[in-house]
């Protein structure tokens, strides 16, 4: 089965260390998002990029977060420094983008859970 | 403090009944939708999508409804498992002129066996 793969899948750090999550999308897909899940917000749409390049990542403190596509299997989130707050589950999720009307289906990977302390 | 978080509406059904969980979009020129279920532990899975020309749409035992005029989504579940517990989640997107599926807040569903 084809499927988002993310590491680390948990992952437990100090307050002020760089956190660096990794996304291998489906291949072929050419849309890549990142979401953040937590009790309180939900899903919230981070970023995301269509055939690497960035296209939105308003939802994303730009401060600290910072989100790559280094090539078209991977996708990077680097949190630095990181903070209690940023505590959550963060999800990559690909989807295939193809020109015509109507949307496409995104499918998600299992996520990475962040503990800040 | 004490941790609020999201309320998030419940559906409790019996085991072989059949579950409703209803979901209220935003946008009217959302033009695309789809269901995802989301189990402990685990990402968001696709269940079924549907398309704005469309009302409805059938799957392996679930069925989407979209009713436009109201900015109403449903999801039917036919005789429901226990394997079905889970928070099911809409999604929306422009489809044409934009990339991002808004998410609603989410259902919990529980079956009881």
């Known amino acids: 089965d084809a499927r988002v793969t993310q590491t680390p899948r948990h992952k437990v750090t100090e307050m002020g260390q760089e956190v660096t999550m990794r996304c291998q999308p489906i291949?072929?897909?050419?849309?890549v998002f990142w979401y953040r899940q937590t009790m309180m917000q939900g899903l919230e749409l981070l970023a995301y990029?269509?055939?690497?390049?960035?296209?939105?990542d308003s939802g994303m403190p730009k401060d600290r977060f910072s989100a790559e596509m280094p090539d078209a299997t991977l996708a990077t989130l680097k949190i630095q420094p990181s903070e209690p707050r940023d505590s959550a589950v963060y999800f990559c999720?690909?989807?295939?983008?193809?020109?015509?009307?109507?949307?496409?289906?995104?499918?998600f990977g299992e996520g990475s859970w962040l503990t800040v302390v | 403090g004490e941790n609020v978080g999201l309320h998030l509406p419940t559906l409790s059904v019996q085991e072989g009944d059949n579950s409703i969980i209803n979901c209220a979009y935003s946008n009217s020129a959302s033009d695309y939708f789809i269901w995802y279920k989301q189990e402990s532990g685990k990402g968001p899975q696709f269940i079924i999508d549907i398309r704005s020309n469309m009302d409805k749409r059938q799957g392996q035992r679930v069925t989407v409804l979209l009713n436009k005029t109201v900015k109403h989504l449903s999801l039917q579940i036919a005789a429901t498992q226990p394997g079905d517990s889970a928070v099911y989640f809409c999604a929306e997107n422009l489809g044409n002129t934009g990339n991002q599926f808004y998410f609603g807040t989410g259902t919990s569903l529980t079956v009881i066996p």
């Open positions: 999720a690909s989807g295939l983008r193809v020109w015509a009307p109507g949307g496409h289906t995104i499918y």
């Open positions: 291949l072929g897909h050419n849309t």
């Open positions: 990029f269509r055939n690497r390049a960035p296209l939105d």
